[in-house]
Nanobody
Framework: VQLVESGGGLVQPGGSLRLSCAAS????????IGWFRQAPGKEREGVSC????????YYADSVKGRFTISRDNGKNTVYLQMNSLKPEDTGVYYC?????????????????WGQGTQVTVSS
């Protein structure tokens, strides 16, 4: 049972990236998926999540209108499209899957963190 994040990189302010969270060993269909990030010297914070039941989504205020989360159950993958990136979006991005998470401001996801993918927004 594993989640693997990918798609990070170095991008200029205003640029875009699409992150992927691919599952192996289990089916994502029944799990809420959350994206989290940790900037240097800061605590990890919730960025976005997508529910398993109706595909409803939730975004942190800091990314609302710029990021879009989506899921492709056929590919067993969840994506985070990040547009209009800002230097403050820099950090390591992680995903978690939790069958009981409610996908809201509680960020009540539990699980083991993977290696994440580094996003650096800099000119």
């Amino acid at each position: 049972v594993q989640l693997v994040e990918s798609g990070g990189g170095l991008v200029q302010p205003g640029g875009s990236l699409r992150l992927s969270c691919a599952a192996s060993g289990f089916t994502l269909d029944y799990y809420a998926i959350g994206w989290f990030r940790q900037a240097p010297g800061k605590e990890r914070e919730g960025v976005s999540c997508i529910s398993s039941s109706d595909g409803s989504t939730y975004y942190a205020d800091s990314v609302k209108g710029r990021f879009t989360i989506s899921r492709d159950n056929g590919k067993n993958t969840v994506y985070l499209q990040m547009n209009s990136l800002k230097p403050e979006d820099t950090g390591v991005y992680y995903c978690l899957a939790d069958v009981l998470a409610t996908c809201d401001s509680s960020w009540n996801f539990f699980g083991s963190w993977g290696q994440g993918t580094q996003v650096t927004v800099s000119s």
